[in-house]
């Protein structure tokens, strides 16, 4: 578990990168695989990476699609459970600086200490989300905030 501050990240290069991905050709699930394995191997403190998409037969309930990271059992998340599901149920951004302060965390690994969730949102309807965890202790910025926004944003676009 580290405790040291997260190095800097230059988001701007690292969103080109991705957008270069998202406008790519092929199955969408493959382009959101590459966009996970990006920010797990570029962002240094994102420790787990991956999407929870809406299942189409149980709308309100998320389930695991692409994802880089420790294998989760957490496969299926009904909303309003964790921090997952309560992104989910409020449609915003959650960010937890300390996961050991939630009392609806749901842990994925003993290692997590923070945990950010990006809604991905289209004509005001929730497709999924973006979740990233990270095993320090308050590492995510306004940076990293608002370029997973933006990301997200991008994706409806591709759903």
Request: charged fraction near 25%; aromatic fraction near 6%.
């Amino acid at each position: 578990m580290s405790e040291t501050p997260p190095t800097r990240i230059d988001f701007n290069a690292l969103l080109n990168e991705l957008r270069l991905i998202l406008d790519g050709v092929g199955d969408v699930k493959v382009r959101l695989q590459a966009v996970c394995k990006t920010l797990w191997e570029r962002v240094g403190h994102y420790d787990w990476v991956g999407f929870y998409l809406v299942d189409p037969e149980r709308e309100r309930e998320l389930v695991l699609g692409p994802c880089v990271g420790a294998p989760t059992e957490h496969v299926r998340i009904p909303f309003g459970r964790g921090i997952c599901g309560k992104a989910a149920q409020s449609k915003e951004t959650l960010v937890v600086q300390d996961v050991s302060v939630e009392t609806n965390y749901l842990a994925c690994s003993v290692e997590t200490r923070s945990e950010i969730v990006v809604p991905i949102m289209k004509d005001g309807k929730l497709l999924g989300e973006l979740d990233v965890d990270s095993h320090t202790l308050a590492p995510f910025t306004d940076a990293d905030r608002r370029a997973l926004e933006t990301l997200c944003a991008w994706i409806a676009e591709a759903l």
